[in-house]
């Protein structure tokens, strides 16, 4: 590889300076530019269907009803990277969440977030926000964070999404203000997105 093409590939990867510079794909497979969603609010989050988190999809939607009429937007990707816990095609995935919990927002085509399959989207989210920690309260929070400690004792020092339901909130200038890993009370990011909008 030359010189220049080298540089070439790198300034490519470092393009993307904005969360609108990205294009995901819908459910059917189809490009979607994250430039619609400019001036609005958005919630980013990775999920699954088969994960003791995934009740945390009543709170989306609550979140989605409460604030959708003011500019916000939740924005769901499904991810089968941890535990295989989002099994099935997207269609599947999307036929389970509507008729368990009645969602209205968004729904993506399945992605990866970590490794070298990762979503662009999710390469660019991370880089923004690192790891905030697993509440060492919450059962579920205690468990992996016990199982991440016996693979690598400094993971928290690394920026990947370490597990499903992790969450960006983006205000309406396309900035990351905050990541909430899944262990993060909802109620907080509840109040969250009513302080970003209102105050």
Request: glycine fraction near 8%; charged fraction near 20%; include cysteine.
């Amino acid at each position: 590889m030359t010189f220049m093409c080298a540089v070439a590939m790198f300034m490519g990867a470092t393009a993307q300076k904005s969360i609108y510079d990205f294009t995901v794909r819908d459910q059917q497979g189809q490009e979607v530019s994250m430039s619609q969603y400019k001036g609005k609010y958005l919630l980013v989050v990775n999920t699954a269907t088969q994960c003791g988190f995934t009740p945390q999809y009543r709170y989306l939607e609550y979140m989605q009803e409460k604030y959708g009429d003011l500019g916000f937007v939740v924005l769901d990707f499904p991810c089968n990277q941890f535990g295989e816990q989002a099994p099935g095609s997207s269609e599947e995935i999307h036929s389970f969440c509507t008729q368990k919990y009645g969602i209205t927002f968004p729904q993506f085509e399945k992605i990866d977030v970590n490794g070298e399959n990762a979503s662009p989207l999710f390469v660019w989210l991370k880089e923004q926000k690192g790891f905030e920690g697993f509440d060492l309260d919450n059962k579920i929070g205690l468990a992996l964070h016990k199982n991440f400690l016996k693979i690598d004792p400094n993971y928290a020092e690394s920026p990947d999404i370490k597990w499903n339901f992790t969450k960006f909130l983006i205000d309406k200038d396309g900035n990351v203000v905050k990541r909430y890993e899944p262990t993060t009370d909802m109620d907080v990011i509840v109040n969250d997105i009513y302080n970003l909008m209102f105050n």
